[in-house]
């Protein structure tokens, strides 16, 4: 078998398999997928606890407080990891989505708070508050993430750009 018969079997078998560090990332990518959805849907089931089960709903937002804790600091050390890496806009962008979620975990610790000290007559505005806040802060990082990577550059590279051009000259009908 020559050289080149033997580099395109090689190069077949490396398109028919996909390496298997793509598939563990990407199982991984599910399993954290799935995490979130189950916190997600734990918390939103806060709004059904009545004030007699107070306990059982705090044990709930507890649990979906760590997660997001471990989510953020995730992110945190992955920007720190990235930091020489980024570009200045990036950075900016990245130490600006910390401090916003840092803000927005302090207001969900007052509802936490605010759960755990409610009266009977508050605690269904309390629990909406939490949940409301809740969603907004896994939201802000799921933001947070998209700011810290590279934004791509104004201006369309090569054949994007002759695309663009393209379409600019295509008469309108």
């Known amino acids: 078998m020559g050289l080149s018969s033997t580099v395109g079997a090689q190069d077949a078998r490396s398109q028919q398999a996909p390496p298997a560090k793509d598939a563990q990332a990407s199982k991984e990518r599910a399993q954290r997928q799935e995490v ?4 997600g849907e734990a918390v939103d089931s806060i709004r059904s606890y009545s004030y007699e089960r107070r306990q059982e709903a705090m044990a709930v937002a507890r649990r979906s407080m760590d997660e997001l804790d471990a989510q953020f600091d995730k992110l945190q050390a992955q920007s720190q990891a990235d930091w020489a890496r980024m570009s200045e806009a990036t950075r900016s962008r990245s ?3 910390a ?3 840092r803000r927005q975990r302090n207001a969900l610790s007052e509802w ?11 605690w269904d505005e309390v629990k909406a508050g ?3 806040s809740y969603h907004d802060l896994a ?3 799921r933001q947070a993430r998209d700011d810290m990577r590279e934004k791509p ?6 054949d994007e750009q002759e695309k663009q051009d ?4 295509e008469p309108r009908r």
């Open 36 to 39: 979130r959805k189950e916190v």
């Open 95 to 97: 130490q600006r989505s």
């Open 99 to 101: 401090q916003a979620l």
């Open 112 to 122: 936490y708070g605010g759960m755990r000290q409610s009266s009977a007559t508050a």
């Open 130 to 132: 939490f949940v409301s």
């Open 139 to 141: 939201a802000a990082i």
């Open 153 to 158: 550059a104004a201006e369309p590279a090569g």
């Open 166 to 169: 393209s379409r600019k000259q």
